[in-house]
Each structure stands twice: as structure tokens, then as C-alpha cells.
């Protein structure tokens, strides 16, 4: 099973991107994104179930907005408002279950290869 992850790119604070991950086959429950910026943890950004269950971080809940494409294949993050502090590596990440401390801690099975999202101020 691949993830594919798209959308990334430079962007001016202020500025708006849309990532898009598409999964190679139907068989998640849940989708999502995480981050990864230089010299951090990687966090949980936001992510979604097959039901809409959705769960954001603090930092980028009213700017983010996750959702899933018909065929449950896509998962979407539009992120507008973006600031400085939103630069980072943004992976795809999808499980075959929805479970709110797996998203958290990070274990979920399945993960993409990043995308660069660089915001200049």
C-alpha cells in the first residue's frame, strides 16, 4: 500500500496551500497528516476518520481544514493563514482503524514520503 503525498511548495505567511495524499488502495479507516519541522518533534496535524471524525492540533485549529475525497482514497489539507512556524516536512498517514491515541502517539501503520511546505515571512 503507498501513500502519496502532493501539495507542498514556498508560500508567503498570509498564504494558503492545499496538500492532497491519495492511497494506493481503499482499505483505511482513517487518514491524516503530520509535521515534522528542523530540529522538532514530529506532530499530528490533523486527522480523519471514515465518518468524519475529525481531530486537529491546538496550533492549527480555524487556519487547517482536513477532509476526505468520495472514494476515501484522498484525504485533503487546505491550510490557510499560514505562518512561519507552519514550515516543516508534512506527511500522509493512514491506519486501518480510527483511534484517536494511535493518531496522537503516532501509531498508525501506514505512512507516505513528505512534502516540503516552506512559509516566508
Known amino acids: 500500500v503507498q501513500l502519496q503525498a502532493s501539495g507542498g511548495g514556498l508560500v508567503q505567511a498570509g498564504g494558503s496551500l492545499r496538500l492532497a495524499c491519495v492511497a494506493s488502495?481503499?482499505?483505511?479507516?482513517?487518514m491524516g497528516w503530520y509535521r515534522q519541522a528542523p530540529g522538532k518533534e514530529r506532530e499530528l496535524v490533523a486527522s480523519i476518520s471514515s465518518d468524519d471524525s475529525i481531530m486537529y492540533a491546538d496550533s492549527v485549529k480555524g487556519r487547517f481544514t482536513i477532509a476526505r475525497g468520495d472514494a476515501k482514497t484522498t484525504v485533503y489539507l487546505q491550510m490557510n493563514s499560514l505562518k512561519p512556524e507552519d514550515t516543516a516536512v508534512y506527511y500522509c498517514a493512514a491506519d486501518q482503524v480510527w483511534g484517536r491515541t494511535r493518531w496522537v502517539l503516532g501509531a498508525v501503520d501506514y505512512w507516505g514520503l513528505g512534502t516540503l511546505v516552506t512559509v516566508s515571512s
Open positions: 488502495e481503499s482499505i483505511f479507516n482513517s
